[in-house]
């Protein structure tokens, strides 16, 4: 399977279409049942936990890590995204739509307060 190339952009849909392929070239949509994708997904998000794992609190940027580390952290990430495309998709859920969808219900949910608004505007201003 071949990356991204410099005049394609990544879209939710492009990954779904991709990972239906790889899927199909192997003969494996007979194990991506809903459930085996979402265990697979959670094998995921761990060994994204591993890298974290007892590092303490690391700084935003991750300034002081290795290329090879970020490396691997692209891919782990990478491999949580694959599947939940891959898992929406099995389950019929327009994972775009549901997240665009979801956003706007988290901003009715949370408004931002009048102190909130004051307080960065006088930000913005004082930088
Ligand atoms: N039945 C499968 C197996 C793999 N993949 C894809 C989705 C992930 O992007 C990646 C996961 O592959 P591995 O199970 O080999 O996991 P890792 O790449 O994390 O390897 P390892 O666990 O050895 O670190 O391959 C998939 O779609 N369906």
Not at 6 to 30: G, H, I, N, P, Y
Not at 103 to 113: E, H
């Amino acid at each position: 399977m071949t990356g991204a190339s410099e005049c394609e952009s990544v879209t939710l849909d492009l990954l779904k279409k991709k990972m239906t392929d790889f899927a199909k070239e192997r003969d494996w949509q007979q194990f991506h049942s809903p459930r085996n994708l979402l265990l697979a997904l959670v094998g995921e998000v761990g060994e994204l936990s591993e890298i974290f794992q007892w590092k303490g609190e690391v700084p935003k940027g991750l300034p002081d890590w290795k290329e090879e580390e970020k490396v691997h952290l692209g891919e782990e990430l990478s491999d949580v995204l694959l599947y939940l495309v891959q898992l929406s998709d099995i389950c019929g859920i327009d994972l775009g739509k549901a997240a665009l969808r979801k956003v706007q219900l988290n901003a009715i949910k949370y408004p931002v307060s009048n102190q909130q608004s004051q307080a960065s505007i006088n930000s913005s201003q004082a930088g």
